[in-house]
């Protein structure tokens, strides 16, 4: 968002209301979202599904996936009964709604019955520093990047990886911890990511659900190869710059591995998507919902 918000070319007043807790969030969406008063302002856009219920204004809401919706079961008791409440009032709410990709598109149209009409598609960029060119970390590995959490499938991608595996994320939730036959980093700097990206072998992202798959597209504009999940978003994102495997298949990612890291050469560095463009592409939102 910070990326997006160096380019948007519009005057802005930011609000928020951090949910840090149960009770605030319970707290915003009660009290501090009804009785928000945004002033002077033609848009109010959440970029994310957390929002208003009902807005006085002009409503954009970004939704980046639904995976809290489609599997429920990756996500504690209180996200998953409370996003089942909130999500679908929120986005509803909205009088435009935008997808980070054509799937995130059809699991809103299909999981929340918005009207296709509402919902336009704008997709993610990534930071400048994710660029072909700089330091490139030593050591024959593969990198795996993504917090610690269910459907990041990272107990399949330690099996299927012979090598030494690193792991670049912070810790999660559904008690995945990473495994013991792994390097985890943890969180680390996008400098240092980038260095990781160039460094390796391939990214294996055999997510099981993704709205989209940042760590694809940086490891693209990086030119580091990718393994990536069948059947998703990530086709979108990789088109014919990646090596698809089945994500539930052991042997199909170990496959895709040797794959990718047996190609004659790199592939050629690609952005997904430039800043500038996105911004341009959510002002004509903006300009469509003022009318």
């Known amino acids: 968002m910070r990326a997006l918000l160096r380019y948007l070319d519009v005057d802005l007043r930011p609000v928020s209301f951090p949910a840090t807790s149960r009770a605030r969030t319970l707290a915003a969406d009660a009290a501090w979202y009804p009785l928000l008063r945004a002033g002077r302002v033609d848009v109010l856009h959440c970029p994310t599904f957390r929002g208003p219920f009902r807005s006085k204004v002009p409503l954009v809401v970004t939704v980046h996936d639904l995976a809290v919706l489609r599997r429920p ?5 209180w996200t998953r009964a409370y996003s089942r409440i909130a999500v679908p009032r929120v986005v509803r709410a909205a009088t435009r709604v935008i997808a980070v990709s054509e799937f995130t598109r059809r699991e809103i149209v299909d999981l929340l019955g ?15 520093v994710f660029t072909p060119d700089g330091p490139r970390a030593a050591g024959e590995y593969v990198l ?15 099996a299927a990886v012979d090598s030494e595996l690193r792991v ?40 099981l659900y993704e709205g989209f798959g940042i760590p694809v597209a940086e490891a693209l504009a990086c030119g580091c190869a990718v393994v990536t999940s069948a059947g998703s978003a990530m086709a979108e994102i990789a088109a014919d710059d990646a090596v698809y495997v089945d994500p539930t298949d052991v042997d199909s990612i170990r496959a895709g591995v040797e794959r990718a890291s047996a190609a004659a050469a790199p592939p050629r560095a690609r952005r997904v998507a430039e800043w500038p463009d996105v911004a341009a592409r959510t002002r004509a939102v903006y300009a469509e919902v003022v009318g």
């Open 144 to 158: 795996a990047v993504g917090t610690l959490e269910p459907r990041k499938n990272l107990a399949r991608v330690a």
């Open 168 to 207: 670049v994320g912070a810790r999660g939730w559904g008690g995945v911890a990473a495994p013991p036959n792994v390097t985890w980093l943890g969180d680390v700097a996008d400098e240092e990511l980038a260095s990781l990206y160039r460094g390796a072998r391939c990214l294996v992202y055999a997510s």
């Open 114 to 128: 918005v009207a296709e009409d509402r919902i336009t598609v704008v997709p993610n960029a990534v930071e400048d």
């Open 73 to 77: 079961e990756w996500f504690n008791r």
